[in-house]
């Protein structure tokens, strides 16, 4: 498995990662969406997403407030200290003067921060504001790098030019990308982060679970779901009939490869090599099965049946 270089930093990464948004401890607003996971159970995960490959883990301070990070920093601390962390400051109702408060509380929970993100655009300051305050952090070596989450093109490139006034570069965009949310590649974030050389980290690229095909085979398991997901319309019955020919074709391409369904879908997302992954797990054989997909090569005609699919089922 070859590794990726993270935008322009000398952040070596497997081409998927770990997301910890389901080590929340159920606790916040975002936690919600998740059943509490016993710490056990986290350590098992991290352990075999390691020893399958795995070397960096997404998490943010939203996620259960502090309970992802806590918990993931002691899976790691019995594992592997060196392991990529990137996290997240959290903007909501916040100036970009709140950045060095919380990343101090951060650094108390985790070991280090490679790659600090700011969560989204939704604060109280301007990307300038926000890059000016993120660039602080790297001249005291608190982090290494910065990325940002769900931003424009535009706001992308706002914050890249700013932290190039600092002798910076802006490593990557956390955007929703999958092969049933493509809005990237539309609304110019995929060719001004490839422009730019800033990495796009894909989250949600199972698309909570859906490109798995597990719901369309049994509809009965989204009312067993904790949370939010039940609700969205992605898994009612009309959503599920409207993405079935896709999961079709994923199971198609996966017996051929001697796959899952989920495996092709990462696979799909992971062929643009200025993209990397991050989907979560719930259970050891979920990391597994996600690890497994670094394996597996597309050919340019199965990539293209799966655009096309995809496309006609967003419609």
């Known amino acids: 498995m070859k590794l990726r270089t993270l935008g322009s930093s000398d952040l070596q990464v497997s081409p998927i990662g770990l997301g910890c948004w389901q080590f929340s401890k159920g606790q916040g607003v975002g936690g919600k969406f998740w059943a509490d996971l016993e710490d056990e159970r986290i350590i098992d995960i991290v352990k075999v997403s390691l020893e399958n490959g795995i070397n960096w883990y997404d998490t943010a301070e939203m996620y259960g407030w502090g309970a992802s990070e806590t918990v993931l920093a002691l899976s790691l601390s019995s594992l592997r200290k060196d392991a990529i962390i990137a996290t997240k400051w959290s903007p909501f109702f916040r100036t970009a003067g709140s950045i060095p408060r919380v990343v101090e509380k951060q650094l108390k929970r985790l070991p280090h921060i490679d790659l600090y993100q ?42 890249d030019k700013r932290l190039r006034t600092h002798g910076l570069r802006l490593v990557s965009n956390q955007v929703l990308y999958n092969l049933l949310d493509r809005k990237p590649e539309i609304n110019g974030v995929l060719d001004s982060a490839k422009e730019l050389g800033i990495s796009i980290i894909a989250y949600s690229p199972l698309k909570q679970g859906i490109l798995t095909g597990r719901f369309h085979d049994d509809p009965s398991l989204v009312q067993k779901l904790v949370g939010y997901r039940k609700y969205m319309p992605a ?20 017996h051929k490869h001697k796959a899952t369904p989920s495996q092709i879908a990462l696979s799909w997302i992971i062929s643009n090599e200025t993209v990397v992954a991050i989907p979560g797990a719930s259970s050891t054989s979920q990391a597994i099965s996600n690890t497994a997909a670094m394996e597996i090569r597309l050919s340019d005609e199965e990539i293209q049946l799966l655009d096309m699919m995809s496309k006609r089922c967003r419609k």
Do not use: C, W
């Open 118 to 159: 700011v969560h989204n655009p939704a604060g109280f300051s301007s990307v300038e504001s926000e890059m000016d305050a993120m660039a602080r952090l790297v001249e005291k070596k608190q982090i290494r790098y910065i990325g940002v989450s769900n931003f424009t093109a535009n706001q992308m490139r706002r914050a």
């Open 235 to 254: 898994f009612n019955p009309k959503g599920l009939e409207r993405t079935r020919p896709l999961i079709s074709l994923l199971k198609e391409i996966a």
